[in-house]
T-cell receptor
Framework: RKEVEQDPGPFNVPEGATVAFNCTYSNSASQSFFWYRQDCRKEPKLLMSVYSSGNEDGRFTAQLNRASQYISLLIRDSKLSDSATYLCVVNMKGGGGADGLTFGKGTHLIIQP | DVKVTQSSRYLVKRTGEKVFLECVQDMDHENMFWYRQDPGLGLRLIYFSYDVKMKEKGDIPEGYSVSREKKERFSLILESASTNQTSMYLC??????????FGPGTRLTVT
């Protein structure tokens, strides 16, 4: 089983719609979870951390389901500028270690006018 | 704001050449990382360092070496470049094991 798995997409979504995608992870001991955003030909940047209680930042909501070992990202009222690749990132090594982050291959989102 | 800079955005080298990729961060971060990113394969960790003169192999260290003589600088070295090392190389730094800040990347082509 792959360690961090995402649907690569692309997800083609009309502007203003709500879109959600999931990411599954294999290590049940994983402690921390993140969503990064990567624009075309740019570097990844942290979008938001994912807490056990879930968290919301404006139009973006992230959820964690430990029992089923997945995290989700929901984008409401999508904008053209949301078009990007969204990387699911998991600290697979539990207690830490500088190399603990494992990146998914990303989900490509295209918002259409 | 954290700033991570990489020496070149684009680089073209010939097979067999020795290649140096430089990365500098300005936030006094202990941890620094080198990744390569390829279509369909995502980000793969090559090497990382958690302190000056310390280095650890990542998932794909073969064909690469690194150097960290100063805290702010982490270099990736391709001893003898090969065509299968054509890729986007991304450097990152972090203060903790959590958020990593990435440089803009170096797109290396080996011909």
């Amino acid at each position: 089983r792959k360690e961090v798995e995402q649907d690569p997409g692309p997800f083609n979504v009309p502007e203003g719609a709500t879109v959600a995608f999931n990411c599954t992870y294999s290590n049940s001991a994983s402690q921390s979870f993140f969503w990064y955003r990567q624009d075309c030909r740019k570097e990844p940047k942290l979008l938001m951390s994912v807490y056990s209680s879930g968290n919301e930042d404006g139009r973006f909501t992230a959820q964690l389901n430990r029992a089923s070992q997945y995290i989700s990202l929901l984008i409401r009222d999508s904008k053209l500028s949301d078009s990007a690749t969204y990387l699911c990132v998991v600290n697979m090594k539990g207690g830490g270690g500088a190399d603990g982050l494992t990146f998914g291959k990303g989900t490509h989102l295209i918002i259409q006018p | 704001d954290v700033k991570v800079t990489q020496s070149s955005r684009y680089l073209v080298k010939r097979t067999g050449e020795k290649v140096f990729l430089e990365c500098v961060q300005d936030m006094d971060h202990e941890n620094m990382f080198w990744y390569r990113q390829d279509p369909g394969l995502g980000l793969r960790l090559i090497y990382f360092s958690y302190d000056v003169k310390m280095k650890e192999k990542g998932d794909i260290p073969e064909g690469y070496s690194v150097s960290r003589e100063k805290k702010e600088r982490f270099s990736l070295i391709l001893e003898s470049a090969s065509t299968n090392q054509t890729s986007m190389y991304l450097c990152a730094s972090s203060l903790t094991t959590y958020e990593q800040y990435f440089g803009p990347g170096t797109r290396l082509t080996v011909t």
